[in-house]
């Protein structure tokens, strides 16, 4: 077929914090979440058509950490950032965009109580939640959007949390 029409890139196994992660540790993450999707997009731009699309898979860790997760926030944060990078240099001829996914329960589990209720949008996310805007950015109605990172976490990232909201408690 001789062309590329979308690259999705999507990939990072390793989630160590700073008291556990080695050097070598630390350097797979940034090879595997940034290294490679930099070089598979540019492997792939002689074969990209006009209008293809690569989407990056980031993290709503690219804006917001949890302890021991260095690594992995590390590497989604560099994603990020590669995608508006590449978004410039592969302007006019590729869309390059990140998604930024919060909690995304792979196993289709109901959660209810404070896991659901503690999410603005009343529920975890599920992979549909990510395929569908995947679909969409690859899709011509996403074509004036590139450069950007669309963060999917039913509104995680928006809520401030402080002692006695939303059922939150301060234990000592």
């Not at 999507?10 to 989630?15: H, K, R, S, Y």
């Not at 940034?30 to 540019?42: D, W």
């Not at 074509?143 to 950007?148: A, L």
Request: glycine share 10%; aromatic share 10%.
């Amino acid at each position: 077929y001789g062309r590329i029409d979308f690259l999705v890139n999507n990939a990072l196994p390793i989630t160590k914090g700073i008291n556990e992660c080695s050097y070598e540790d630390f350097e797979y993450a940034l090879r595997v979440g940034v290294t490679a999707p930099f070089y598979l997009s540019k492997l792939f731009a002689p074969y990209f058509r006009d209008g293809s699309s690569i989407i990056n898979i980031s993290s709503s860790r690219d804006r917001m950490s949890q302890p021991q997760t260095e690594s992995y926030t590390a590497a989604k944060g560099g994603i990020a950032s590669l995608t508006h990078a590449l978004a410039v240099s592969l302007s006019g001829r590729v869309r390059v965009n990140s998604i930024s996914p919060g909690w995304i329960d792979t196993s289709y589990k109901k959660y209810d109580g404070p896991d659901a209720s503690q999410q603005p949008a009343g529920r975890v996310g599920n992979p549909l939640d990510i395929a569908e805007m995947v679909m969409f950015l690859c899709s011509d109605k996403a074509g004036f959007i590139t450069g950007e990172n669309i963060c999917i976490d039913g509104g995680m990232t928006r809520l401030m949390i402080y002692h006695g909201d939303n059922g939150w408690k301060l234990e000592q």
